[in-house]
């Protein structure tokens, strides 16, 4: 069975652009949850889809945005980014979405933002 | 105070060593309590889950959680080179169809050979 994928693995951007980052789930899964980790603050919980409908969401700005599709495939979009952005970006599958069903994730994508 | 203080370490033992890694929390609503780990490189994978307290054991592993000092361990047995990774906790309570999932930062883990 397939894993979570991530695409791209790295990028690069600079401040004030946007971006938008894709994640297919494990055939089957439904949820498809979004974490940023960073050094100074550790993994951090951004939203969280299931069967296309935002149902869950963290304490992060309007500037990050998600959806997902019919395919359960999920896309996230950073605009305005800013230095402090820089982070790996992991999505994370499971059937019918934590905390009760375990998480897969992904290898994340890193974004660097100059 | 942060919800989940995790010690960043590092942790450096000796293969073969008993290893105790440890998380405090402050919410006591959570009521799902895992451990992760995270090879370089990697996403997390999930190592250990219990609902509510006591203990939980897999092989080399031993989940434990004492709700009353809000307060989670994970213990390694036997610890291997192939150990040496990041470990994080993390903590979730649900109600009225959300939840809140709350990791640490993570405590990172070398084995020596």
């Known amino acids: 069975k397939a894993g979570v994928t991530q695409t791209p693995r790295y990028l690069i951007k600079t401040r004030g652009q946007q971006v938008t980052l894709s994640c297919s789930p494990i055939s089957g899964h439904r949820s498809v949850s979004w974490y940023q980790q960073t050094p100074g603050q550790g993994l951090q919980f951004l939203f969280e889809?299931?069967?296309?409908?935002?149902?869950n969401k963290g304490n992060f700005p309007g500037r990050f945005s998600g959806r997902q599709f019919s395919n359960s495939r999920s896309e996230m979009n950073v605009s305005t980014l800013e230095l402090g952005d820089s982070a790996l970006y992991l999505c994370?599958?499971?059937?019918?979405?934590?905390?009760?069903?375990?998480?897969?994730f992904g290898p994340g994508t890193r974004l660097t933002v100059l | 105070q942060k919800e989940v203080e995790q010690d960043p370490g590092p942790l450096s033992v000796p293969e073969g060593a008993i290893v105790s890694l440890n998380c405090t929390y402050s919410?006591?609503?959570?009521?799902?309590f895992m451990w992760y780990r995270q090879y370089s490189r990697k996403g997390p994978e999930l190592l250990m889950y219990t609902y509510s307290s006591g203990n939980k054991e897999d092989g080399r592993f031993t989940a434990q959680v004492d709700k009353s000092s809000k307060y989670i361990s994970l213990f390694i047995r036997d610890s291997q080179p192939s150990d040496s990774a990041t470990y994080l906790c993390a903590m979730a309570y649900s109600g009225a169809g959300s939840y809140q999932l709350t990791f640490g930062k993570g405590t990172k883990l070398s084995v020596i050979p």
């Open positions: 919410n006591s609503a959570f009521q799902y």
């Open positions: 994370a599958s499971s059937l019918a979405g934590p905390p009760n069903n375990e998480q897969f």
């Open positions: 889809y299931f069967s296309e409908t935002q149902r």
